[in-house]
């Protein structure tokens, strides 16, 4: 049907992204700006803002399990279910186990939203730049190999993204953690200001500041103009936010895509591969199975973005084979898979404080204090590599029956409106080390319901360096909240599996060298330079940062090169 000229017309775009999560979105919004009629291709159903968020309004009472998941969702998904934001209000954007199966070679939860706006509706919102603490560290300590660009490349697309997306924080002054632009910032409550306090006193490079998040806490006219508004503090935000206060795709990027009428929007098409030219050198569509028909079909574009979230991004590039690409599209050195990282979350830990006794706070705050990675800044100081973030909150305990006592009466209304004592939660977000044999693979016998190969994921801890960065995270906080005043401090270990960090990076990262490399610095595939590749995959290492803010700039600056080139005619 496709040797019809007006058919395969309809079928052709500018260019096509791959996945409508964080970093498509982010895509196809610049991608439409351009001028370019744009495809977007999402494997999972529509969720459109506001109507498609089904539990955004619901009161505990009103869910059928008041937020509990059932016996039975727990004991079919034991991988989803140790998410910490998979409950009853919302399991409708999580992947279930069964449905879509992987073949775990070492232990990795792989956490996943396939739907129109992916992670972002799930995401926590927490949002950093990297600095050069973070470009130069390959280089520095001789891991990975040296990123192509350093901070002064990203630092105006850092820009552009922060203004759009909107991003609460203080302009803070640190130099391992720089300044963005800014709405106002939240406010740390009287016991987390005290520890800040203490911190100061007590350490010189080390800094507490009220986490940076992707949330309208006074909207601008760039806000308002995409119909959102300002955040009220319900922190329901795993539900998706009716007020579009905190920022998704499904709020933000892809209706203002839509708005320019260069957006096509395809849900249901699970991309299969990227089908390679082999006359012309260079990508000419996808391959596509409709997830619910199974029709396979193909579109057509000049440039393709992938985005498809890191390891999906991983397994489509594996399975585009080709004469001139047996072993995966742009995958001449044999890395493709390769060199995956993540977070080490595995460190928490808390503690009690008597004190404050007559203070509270208000709203339900959607961020937590930071302190930006102090270890091994300026050089290497630690018997292991890299560092952490220290993420920390302080809260008082309070309305948590006994549920053994009656829940009514006059003993429990005095229980009920009395605030228990203050406790402090502290966990870290560590730097992994991206190693060879972190990879992943295709499975040669086993495929998914649209005859897509299964993913292999053989990712595990540095027993050594992950091991060695945690015990000095509890050391330190030990001492932090000791310092502090604080008592009955305990540290844990999860030891929970990677993956459900859910800041899993790389497998295409990005380099100087075609020959120990996948990308160039614009993003593109070295050896097939119209296929870009801008989620976690390109990653060539992954600082102690949240990831996404990184995503969507280094998304707006490859779109910024793609529509130059294309002017140009080079692509
Ligand atoms: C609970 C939770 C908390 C988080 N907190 C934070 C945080 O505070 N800060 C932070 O920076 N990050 C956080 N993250 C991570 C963040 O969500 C991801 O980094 C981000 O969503 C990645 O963007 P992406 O575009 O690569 O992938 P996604 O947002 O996952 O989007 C990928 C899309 O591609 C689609 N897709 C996959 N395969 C195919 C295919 N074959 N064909 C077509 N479509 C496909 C998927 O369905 C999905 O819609 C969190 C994630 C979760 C779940």
């Known amino acids: 049907m496709y040797l019809n000229g007006v058919a395969s017309k309809k079928i052709t775009y500018d260019a096509i992204v791959i996945g409508s999560g964080i970093s498509g979105g982010y895509a196809a919004k610049e991608l439409c700006e351009a001028g370019l009629k744009t495809l977007v291709l999402e494997r999972g159903r529509d969720v459109k803002h506001i109507q498609d968020y089904p539990t955004a309004m619901t009161d505990p009472w009103d869910l059928p399990h008041h937020g509990k998941l059932p016996q039975e969702v727990i004991d079919e998904n034991p991988i989803v279910k140790r998410c910490y934001a998979f409950d009853e209000a919302t399991q409708h954007f999580f992947v279930r186990d069964k449905e879509h199966p992987y073949i775990q070679e070492k232990p990795?939860?792989?956490?996943?939203?396939?739907?129109?706006g992916g992670k972002s509706l799930l995401w926590a919102r927490q949002t950093q730049r990297w600095s050069d603490y973070e470009f130069e560290a390959p280089a520095r300590d001789g891991f990975a190999v040296d990123w192509p660009i350093r901070y002064a490349d990203l630092a105006p697309w850092y820009s552009k993204v922060e203004k759009f997306v909107g991003i609460s924080g203080n302009k803070d002054g640190i130099k391992s953690l720089p300044d963005g632009e800014f709405l106002p910032a939240w406010e740390l409550n009287c016991l987390e200001k005290h520890i800040q306090k203490s911190v100061k006193?007590?350490?010189?490079n080390r800094h507490v500041i009220i986490g940076r998040c992707a949330h309208l806490?006074?909207?601008?006219?760039?806000?308002l103009a995409q119909g959102r508004g300002q955040c009220q503090a319900r922190h329901l935000c795993y539900r998706g936010c009716p007020f579009g206060g905190y920022f998704s795709s499904n709020s933000a990027t892809l209706p203002w895509a839509a708005k320019t009428g260069n957006l096509t929007l395809r849900p249901h098409s699970v991309v299969h591969s990227i089908i390679y030219d082999e006359q012309k050198g260079k990508a000419k569509g996808v391959r596509v199975v409709d997830s619910e028909t199974k029709e396979v079909m193909e579109f057509y574009a000049k440039i393709i973005f992938v985005n498809a979230a890191t390891l999906n991004t991983n397994l489509i590039l594996l399975n585009s084979t080709s004469n001139r690409f047996q072993q995966g599209l742009g995958n001449d050195n044999g890395l493709l898979g390769k060199y995956v990282a993540f977070h080490n979350y595995r460190g928490s830990g808390g503690a009690t404080f008597e004190g404050f006794e007559d203070q509270y706070y208000l709203g339900r705050r959607p961020t937590t204090a930071?302190?930006?990675?102090?270890?091994?800044?300026e050089k290497q100081e630690m018997d292991f590599q890299r560092g952490y973030m220290v993420a920390f909150s302080a809260s008082r305990a309070g309305w948590q029956q006994d549920i053994n006592q009656p829940t009514f009466g006059e003993d429990y209304k005095a229980?009920?409106?009395n605030v228990g004592p203050w406790g402090v939660f502290i966990m870290m977000q560590g730097e992994t080390v991206p190693r060879e044999e972190n990879h992943l693979r295709l499975s040669t016998d086993k495929k998914d319901a649209w005859g897509v190969p299964q993913l292999i994921t053989s990712i595990g801890y540095d027993a050594e360096n992950d091991e060695k960065m945690m015990k000095d995270f509890h050391q330190q906080a030990t001492e932090m909240l000791e310092k502090a005043g604080c008592k009955n401090i305990y540290m844990s270990d999860s030891k929970q599996a990677p993956g459900l960090d859910i800041h899993e990076m790389g497998g295409v990262r990005m380099g100087k060298d075609p020959k120990t490399s996948l990308l160039n610095k614009?993003?593109?595939?070295?050896?097939?330079k119209n296929v870009f590749v801008t989620d976690g995959a390109c990653m060539t290492s992954v600082g102690n940062q949240n990831p996404s803010l990184t995503f969507m700039a280094l998304t707006a600056r490859a779109v910024n090169h793609a529509v130059a080139e294309m002017k140009k005619g080079s692509l």
Not at 108 to 113: E, Y
Not at 217 to 223: A, C, E, G, R, S
Not at 370 to 377: D, E, I, Q, V
């Open 201 to 204: 006193e007590n350490y010189a």
């Open 108 to 116: 990795f939860d792989w956490i996943r939203g396939y739907q129109v």
């Open 415 to 417: 229980k009920a409106t």
């Open 522 to 528: 614009f993003n593109q595939l070295h050896t097939c």
């Open 370 to 377: 930071f302190m930006p990675s102090f270890r091994n800044l």
């Open 217 to 223: 806490t006074k909207p601008n006219p760039i806000h």
